[in-house]
């Protein structure tokens, strides 16, 4: 006997799963995790756009004055937000009419589901992870601005509406470091850690400083050849949240190159995550987009997982990237 109301087991099975695939795909990541950590995966309501304040220069009305002397009131001219694009995501969980008869009784269908669900969930979080180093134009422009747009190799990129390669956009430029041109050769175990001193060292403004350091298989191996056994001090809290990591100074340095996405070959992102964001529309965080979807020329019922966000950035002069 075929299960009655297929397509409301289809609904509540992938909405009981809804809030645990958003937590999946945040603790899948190094970023995304210490974003979380922070509290900077926060929803969006709406807009056209995703506005994001920025935090940037000190105010130049700022001066020493005794007594009556007159002081600066004149606006600043800055910029006051960065505006990122929507981007969206979906993955289908589709269940034929064949396979509603084979999987006769609720909990067969279920199961059936669930295996099918946690496909989708893999598979969206794959997908995710890629995009948080892409440069956002793939699919066309439709993928999430990842590390290679917001910490440009070649920082004189547009970011969230803003040119880089303006004078008054200079603000919004990261640090790039290229290990055979701006250092004396190609990153080694033997000269990585004098590259990364000056990358850090460009970035430390007062208490402000990189706290993660992602790299590819490539710059993570030098960095663990070039330390000394007792210099081989690892994370705490990055290892228990089951990701592969050392230290640098204080910055947590976690190994993100793995097969089929990851940290672009021969980078290493120097990060302030204080100032970088994942923001999810509170609407389409990982949850089935709602109403029956029957396929038009065949037996099967589909639902669609949906996502839609982007990732901002509110100061692009405390991030880097060291690469070759």
Not at 73 to 80: A, L, R
Not at 158 to 186: C, E, K, P, Q, Y
Not at 193 to 202: A, H, I, L, P
Not at 238 to 249: C, D, H, I, R
């Amino acid at each position: 006997m075929a299960v009655p109301n297929l397509s409301e087991i289809v609904t509540t099975t992938i909405q009981s799963r809804s809030r645990k695939m958003a937590d999946n795909n945040t603790n899948n990541n190094a970023l995304l995790s210490r974003l979380n950590e922070r509290g900077n995966i926060k929803s969006v309501g709406g807009g056209d756009v995703i506005l994001q304040e920025l935090s940037f220069a000190d105010n130049s009305t700022v001066k020493n004055y005794s007594g009556y002397e007159e002081l600066d009131i004149s606006p600043s001219e800055v910029f006051s937000a960065a505006s990122f694009d929507w981007k969206q995501k979906a993955v289908a969980v589709a269940i034929s009419g064949l396979e509603q008869l084979k999987n006769s009784g609720k909990e067969r269908m279920i199961d059936l589901l669930e295996a099918r669900i946690a496909n989708a969930e893999a598979s969206m979080e794959n997908s995710v992870a890629t995009d948080l180093y892409s440069d956002g134009t793939g699919d066309g422009g439709k993928q999430i601005g990842g590390l290679q747009l917001l910490v440009a190799d070649t920082p004189t990129n547009t970011v969230g509406g803003i040119d880089r390669n303006t004078a008054i956009g200079a603000f919004w430029r990261n640090i790039s470091f290229d290990a055979t041109t701006d250092g004396s050769a190609a990153a080694t175990s033997a000269n990585i850690q004098g590259y990364m001193n000056n990358v850090y060292s460009q970035l430390v403004r007062g208490r402000d400083r990189p706290d993660l350091i992602v790299a590819d298989n490539n710059y993570y191996g030098l960095f663990w050849a070039s330390l000394q056994t007792i210099q081989r001090v690892t994370s705490d809290k990055m290892a228990t949240a089951g990701f592969t990591s050392l230290k640098f100074v204080d910055a947590d340095v976690v190994l993100d190159g793995g097969v089929g996405g990851g940290c672009p070959v021969n980078h290493m992102y120097f990060l302030n995550t204080k100032y970088i964001h994942f923001r999810p529309h509170r609407d389409r965080n990982f949850v089935p987009l709602g109403g029956e979807r029957f396929a038009v020329n065949q037996d099967a019922i589909v639902k669609l997982i949906v996502w839609a966000g982007n990732m901002t950035l509110s100061n692009g002069r405390l991030q880097g990237v060291l690469k070759d």
